[in-house]
């Protein structure tokens, strides 16, 4: 059992800078695979990033450039640096944790195991 909690939300204008990050529990973190997605009101949930266990990433194409996404197994937490925000990043966003995802199945919410329970992200001036 894996449990999430996301931290780092917030308000920020437009071109500024936040650092989301999520908290597992659990020795077993460094096996996992980690991602990070996000809801806006009447749209469904969309794959942001993801890092997996052996540290290689991946981004959608509307956050590439713009967010980082990285892990520290020693503190059992991964963050998302996300940078010239746009109002269209405005979402809640969710961390998740999938164990050793199949090749293609990193991109699927529905392949994730473990949920934290989400943190608002509003750009806005």
């Known amino acids: 059992q894996v449990q999430l909690v996301e931290s780092g939300g917030g308000l920020v204008l437009p071109g500024g800078s936040l650092r989301l990050s999520c908290a597992a529990s659990?020795?077993?973190?460094?096996?996992?695979?980690m991602g990070w997605f996000r809801q806006a009101p009447g749209k469904e949930r969309e794959f942001v990033a993801a890092i997996r266990w052996s540290d290689n990433t991946y981004y959608a194409a509307s956050v590439k450039g713009r967010f980082t996404i990285s892990r520290d197994n020693a503190k059992n937490t991964v963050y998302l640096q996300m940078n010239s925000l746009k109002p269209e990043d405005t979402a809640i966003y969710y961390c998740a944790a999938g164990a050793d995802l199949a090749p293609g199945k990193i991109w699927y919410a529905e392949d994730y195991d473990y949920w934290g329970q989400g943190a608002q992200v509003t750009v806005s001036s």
């Open positions: 659990g020795r077993t973190f460094r096996f996992y695979d």
